[in-house]
């Protein structure tokens, strides 16, 4: 199976400064890397596509960069609305891998 | 607008059996992989299935593998999860996801609410 392991494991930032997470997969997943937010008590929403692609509705600031074995998810000036856990997910294998997750909070 | 919306959670006792549902609607659910995930509580996201839009070609994990079946009914626009032996480490949120394009390999763009199962005796 293919190990997803995020970092940092949480993470405490004032609104407006920018944040990188961090994702590494065990083995090359190509760039089949997907982020998604989750708000406490919410489903899940898909944030980033294909390790960089931006979806429909999500704000500019979020962006994604990577290929390979190592991803990052980029959000420019934090609002006090992204407190939230982050995960990343790969769809190169058909056995489906998250990460562990990366928790935010907006001070 | 797509809705996914999911039943049939509950409290079950170690070793008996459980079968979810997932009613889809607002998209054309014959053409799209759908997925079931989990979260026990204060944890992370665990995939737990797959399957292919005719119903033939179904993935699982280990951890549940051999103990859950995902099916689906494409007239009825309804995915399934039928869970037996079930354990107190399967107490969890249970969503159903959607595929975002019509083949595999592809993330989830649509979740549902989520359904509670609790696995204790």
């Known amino acids: 199976n293919i190990v997803l392991t995020q970092s940092p494991a949480a993470l405490s930032v004032t609104p407006g400064e920018s944040v990188s997470l961090s994702c590494r997969a065990s083995q090359s997943v190509g760039t089949s890397i997907h982020w998604f937010q989750q708000k406490s008590n919410e489903s899940p929403r898909l944030l980033i596509k294909?390790?960089?692609q931006s979806i429909s509705g999500i704000p500019s600031r979020f962006s994604g960069s990577g290929s390979g074995t190592d991803f990052i998810l980029s959000i420019n000036r934090v609002e006090s609305e992204d407190s939230s856990i982050y995960y990343c997910q790969q769809s190169h294998s058909s056995l489906l891998t998250f990460g562990s997750g990366t928790k935010l909070e907006i001070k | 607008e797509v809705q996914l919306v999911e039943t049939g959670g509950g409290s079950v006792q170690p070793g008996r059996s459980l079968k979810l549902s997932c009613v889809a609607s607002g998209f054309t659910f014959s053409s799209y992989w759908m997925y079931w995930i989990r979260q026990a509580p204060g944890k992370g996201l665990e995939w737990i299935s797959s399957?292919?839009?005719?119903?033939?070609?179904?993935y699982y994990p280990d951890s549940v593998k051999g103990r859950f079946t995902i099916s689906r009914d494409n007239a009825e626009n309804t995915l399934y999860l039928q869970m037996n032996s079930l354990r107190s480490e399967d107490t969890a949120t249970y969503y159903c996801a959607k595929g975002l394009y019509y083949f595999s390999g592809v993330p989830f763009d649509y979740w549902g609410q989520g359904v509670m199962v609790t696995v204790s005796s």
């Open positions: 399957i292919n839009t005719d119903g033939v070609g179904t």
């Open positions: 294909y390790a960089s």
